[in-house]
């Protein structure tokens, strides 16, 4: 925990329609030149003690991942948006993107270490209980916070949105399995067909998880993201954004927050 006095650290303040401070952003550097963060939370509201890491999508560290984690800071929970890729690269194309993630993904001992920097970040926040944290991911992000449950990380839950299911190198056990489990998953998705839905669903019951898995049929690809629609017209992909399945994911989520046990 040396280093945590070492990281450089910039604030801002984000004001109300009524002047007064509510949502903090803090921008920080990881240590060991990991990438960066950026830490939320809210000074208007009591801490409720949870703290939530949101990992982006395969795009990289966009608007979206921290809008997320701005929402959750203006309800009251301290959260940090994580640049999983380490340099701030952003993806503009569904290539590059695709790009970006295998090249993250050839190293997840990387992977793991921004994660673990981001945790020991959290829970060095003021009022942040170490037992109630979090993690929640996007896309290539969903498939990070699973990969992190199925290690046995001390997580109370984790939430895949749109994520990325089955993994080669990671399964669940129940011997190291302790996160709560909910996937917001599209039931027309083709990037997660039917087969890896259900394997993952035989993975994680087999691991005795305490498992939310919530399919929503006809829903495509990147539905909780209000621009995926234009996105996936404007590349010939399936991007399509679903405001019932956004909401119903996002109440779920809500309600694993709150969660006392």
Not at 59 to 87: C, P
Not at 213 to 238: D, I, L
Request: charged share 20%; proline share 3%.
């Amino acid at each position: 925990m040396r280093w945590l006095s070492r990281i450089s650290v910039s604030v801002l303040l984000i004001f109300t329609a009524s002047g007064f401070a509510a949502v903090t952003e803090k921008k920080v550097q990881l240590p060991n030149q990991l990438g960066s963060a950026v830490i939320y939370g809210n000074d208007s509201i009591k801490n409720q003690g949870t703290g939530v890491i949101v990992i982006h999508e395969w795009w990289g560290f966009n608007d979206y991942a921290r809008s997320r984690a701005k929402m959750l800071a203006e309800l009251g929970y301290t959260s940090i948006a994580v640049d999983m890729y380490g340099t701030g690269k952003v993806a503009d194309h569904p290539d590059n993107a695709m790009a970006f993630m295998e090249e993250a993904m050839k190293d997840p001992e990387k992977i793991n270490a921004r994660f673990e920097a981001a945790m020991a970040l959290l829970k060095a926040e003021s009022g942040v209980d170490a037992n109630r944290i979090y993690a929640m991911g996007y896309c290539f992000g969903g498939g990070v916070v699973l990969n992190q449950a199925r290690m046995g990380k001390n997580l109370a839950g984790v939430a895949s949105f749109h994520g990325m299911l089955t993994s080669k190198k990671f399964k669940a056990d129940a011997t190291t399995l302790k996160a709560k489990i909910l996937v917001a998953h599209g039931g027309a998705d083709p990037f997660v067909p039917p087969e890896q839905a259900s394997s993952f669903v035989t993975e994680m019951l087999g691991a005795g998880a305490d498992l939310d898995f919530r399919v929503y049929p006809g829903v495509k690809h990147s539905f909780t993201v209000p621009q995926a629609t234009a996105k996936g017209e404007a590349f010939g992909m399936p991007f399509k954004y679903d405001e019932h399945a956004d909401k119903d994911s996002w109440a779920a989520l809500l309600r694993m927050l709150e969660q006392k046990s």
